[in-house]
């Protein structure tokens, strides 16, 4: 069966926790060509967008979600929005929690919006919002 609306609000556990390190953090910087000081040095923060390494090892419970049929070889990242909170920091023990916020789907196009809330100490820190576009095998070629 595939993703459909039925699945809107389904959650999964937290994916294995992510620790914030000032390693991490420069590494990511410096993939973006980000020279911000406030990305480097002995209290350094994360750029906003590095929630979306921890939000991605969230998405791997949807696709070992058997029932919701969804392939990554058949899967487009088409949109990322976030809502911080307050930065990364290093030693941040960050949860990724996934839910599917929303599902539609056109023919063999299913396009799923999923909302991974991060938290720290129990707290949200940033949401990472995701619409991925996925297309389904057609099952008449």
């Known amino acids: 069966m595939p993703i459909t609306t039925e699945h809107v ?3 999964y556990p937290p994916a294995a926790p992510y620790e914030v390190s000032r390693a991490k953090i420069a590494e990511f910087a ?6 911000n000081p406030r990305y480097a040095g002995e209290n350094p923060i994360a750029p906003p967008t590095f929630a979306a390494v921890i939000a991605a090892q969230a998405w791997e419970s949807i696709f070992n979600d058997d029932e919701l049929g ?3 070889n058949r899967t487009m990242h088409a949109d ?3 809502e911080v909170v307050r930065p990364l920091v290093p030693g941040d023990l960050v949860y990724a929690h996934l839910t599917i916020e929303k599902v539609r789907n056109r023919g063999l196009l299913d396009m799923v919006t999923l909302l991974v809330d991060l938290k720290v100490d129990g707290r949200t820190v940033c949401e990472a919002r995701s619409q991925l576009m996925h297309t389904r095998e057609d099952e008449n070629a």
């Open 80 to 82: 990322q929005g976030f």
């Open 30 to 35: 410096a993939a973006l060509g980000d020279d």
């Open 70 to 72: 969804l392939a990554l």
């Open 9 to 11: 609000g389904r959650s």
